[in-house]
C-alpha cells in the first residue's frame, strides 16, 4: 500500500502540410506549388503511402500550380506518460521517495510527415519518426 500513481495522456491530429515540387518551375524565385487534380487524401493510409500521389503534378513550365496550402494532414501521435512513487519513514526525521517514471509507456511510434516534394524518392512516404521511445527512470530522493 501507499503507492501512488500518475498518468498523462495526449492525443493530437496531424499537422496540415502542403505538397510542393522541388524545383522552381514558375521561376518566379519561391517554391512552387504542383497542379490538384483530385483531392489526395485516401482512406487507408500507409507507411509507403500516406496519400494519393497521383493527385498532384507538375504544372506547365512559367506556371504557377492550383494547389492551395495545407491541405493534407500528416500522421497524429498519442502518448502515455506514467509514474508511480511512494514515501517511506525509516526513522524519525528522514523522509525517502521512491519514484519509477516512464514516458511513452505503450512505446508506440509517433511518426513524421511524410515527403512533400512532387517526383522526388520520398514523395507521399514516412521515412521517420519524432521524439524517443519508451523511457524508464527510477529516482530515490531523501529528506532530512
Not at 9 to 21: H, R, S
Not at 51 to 74: D, K
Request: net charge neutral; with cysteine.
Amino acid at each position: 500500500g501507499g503507492w501512488a500513481l500518475a498518468g498523462i495522456y495526449q492525443a493530437e491530429t496531424g499537422v496540415p502540410f502542403t505538397p510542393t515540387l522541388p524545383t522552381d518551375n514558375a521561376n518566379a524565385g519561391n517554391t512552387s506549388w504542383p497542379n490538384r487534380v483530385c483531392n489526395g487524401n485516401i482512406s487507408n493510409r500507409t507507411l509507403k503511402e500516406w496519400f494519393n500521389t497521383s493527385c498532384f503534378v507538375t504544372p506547365p513550365q512559367y506556371q504557377f500550380g492550383n494547389s492551395h496550402r495545407n491541405v493534407l494532414w500528416g500522421p497524429g501521435a498519442d502518448n502515455l506518460d506514467l509514474s508511480a512513487h511512494r514515501e517511506f519513514h525509516p526513522v524519525e526525521r528522514v523522509d525517502l521517495e521512491f519514484r519509477l517514471e516512464t514516458f511513452n509507456a505503450l512505446n508506440h511510434p509517433q511518426f513524421a510527415q511524410p515527403g512533400a516534394s512532387v517526383g522526388t524518392p520520398t514523395y507521399g512516404v514516412v521515412t521517420g519518426t519524432l521524439g524517443n521511445a519508451r523511457i524508464v527512470q527510477l529516482g530515490l530522493r531523501a529528506t532530512f
